[in-house]
């Protein structure tokens, strides 16, 4: 079983719906959890970040952790064009000898079509 | 969010050669830098975790000798591709750790010929 665990896709939503993007993770010890934009050929960036239970929202995305089932999810109202990227849901275990380091999903493909 | 730079953003090298890439933390201490690579259509691949002051823990199957790595402030890392071959060709994107969260730099694309 993979560490961090997305569906590749595509998904692809109209403009102006609710695109859901959903990321499982295996290791109950994560306390961090991230989530990257990454257009074709850029390097990724960081769009929410989430650390206990629950909903955090911020503009039209909102983050939703359940560590209970050890899944986290990304949603994008009002989809737009511009939207279209691969998110990769990251996780971030503490202590130990990881120095922080992030483990990634495979990244969703999310394609918002006119 | 904070910002990450990188130079060059791109670099075109014979084989054989060695290239130095830097990354910067401009507005943040970084005690932590992470270096990755992607090839096209795949994810992104650690290779290496760079402290500031000691020396990078390397992920396995990475070549610590081929990939030099040196983090010598909390603002800047560097990493070197020693004798490069045409598959070492690929997009370096450095990563800087601030308390909480994690910045990507905006990637160096190297091609090898």
């Known amino acids: 079983q993979k560490e961090v665990e997305q569906n590749s896709g595509p998904l692809s939503v109209p403009e102006g719906a609710i695109a859901s993007l959903n990321c499982t993770y295996s290791d109950r010890v994560s306390q961090s959890f991230f989530w990257y934009r990454q257009y074709s050929g850029k390097s990724p960036e960081l769009i929410m970040s989430?650390?206990?239970?629950g909903d955090k929202e911020d503009g039209r995305f909102t983050a939703q952790l359940n560590k209970a089932s050890q899944y986290v999810s990304l949603l994008i109202r009002d989809s737009q064009p511009s939207d279209s990227a691969t998110y990769l849901c990251a996780v971030r275990i503490a202590g130990g000898t990881s120095y922080g380091k992030l483990t990634f999903g495979q990244g969703t493909i999310l394609t918002v079509h006119p | 969010g904070a910002v990450v730079s990188q130079h060059p953003s791109w670099v075109i090298c014979k084989s054989g050669t060695s290239v130095k890439i830097e990354c910067r933390s401009l507005d943040f201490q970084a005690t932590t830098m992470f270096w990755y690579r992607q090839f096209p259509k795949q994810s992104l691949m650690l290779m290496a975790t760079?402290?500031?002051?000691?020396?990078?823990?390397?992920e396995q199957g990475v070549e610590k000798d081929k990939f030099l790595i040196n983090h010598a402030s909390l603002t800047l890392s560097t990493l070197t591709v020693t004798s490069a071959h045409p598959e070492d060709s690929s997009f370096y994107i450095c990563?800087?750790?601030?308390?909480?969260?994690?910045?990507f730099g905006p990637g160096t694309r190297l091609t090898v010929t």
């Open positions: 990563s800087a750790k601030g308390q909480y969260e994690q910045y």
């Open positions: 760079s402290n500031e002051g000691s020396k990078a823990t390397y």
């Open positions: 989430i650390y206990s239970n």
